[in-house]
């Protein structure tokens, strides 16, 4: 059963998704301070961004925030980024969605998310400007 803060969580979510001009970006990242920085780099451009940091709980929200697009890191504990690709190119209610990888892994690492699925990457540390760019194509 779901806690009242969960739930609270995903009505407010629900509410979101009706404000159809709105850009809304997901962001799955496990390190709070870069997804934090992520999503104040958004706000200044007034997209609407949530934070998942457990991948456990992807499936939940991409269907209830049905995001424009998703910011995702490869190293995640406990769940492979690749997998997290697959797992949203295998759905056809979701195999749509951009998905920009945002990781501090090797560049060469980096270049199989976009063989896997991914549309564009992103290597860590980032460029504000290049992010803000890179969302902007993909939206």
């Known amino acids: 059963m779901e806690s009242p803060k969960t739930d609270t969580r995903l009505e ?10 709105t850009i809304r970006v997901l962001i799955v990242e ?3 301070g870069v997804a934090k920085a992520i999503q104040r780099i958004l706000k200044h451009i007034d997209y609407d961004s949530y934070i998942v940091y457990h991948i456990n709980d992807i499936g939940l929200v991409i269907g209830t925030y049905q995001p424009n697009i998703i910011t995702m890191d490869l190293d995640l504990p406990g769940f492979n980024g690749f997998d ?6 295998s ?10 990888v945002i990781s501090g892994l ?5 270049k199989l998310s976009v063989i896997k699925g ?3 990457l992103l290597q860590k540390p ?5 992010l803000l760019k890179k969302i902007k194509q993909l939206t």
């Open 106 to 110: 090797p560049l060469d690492e980096l």
């Open 91 to 100: 759905a056809c209610e979701t195999n749509h969605i951009p998905i920009l």
């Open 84 to 89: 997290a690709i697959d797992f949203i190119r």
């Open 12 to 21: 407010q979510l629900h509410i979101k998704t009706k404000e159809a001009d």
């Open 30 to 32: 496990d390190d709070p």
């Open 126 to 130: 980032f460029d504000n400007a290049e």
């Open 118 to 120: 991914a549309n564009d």
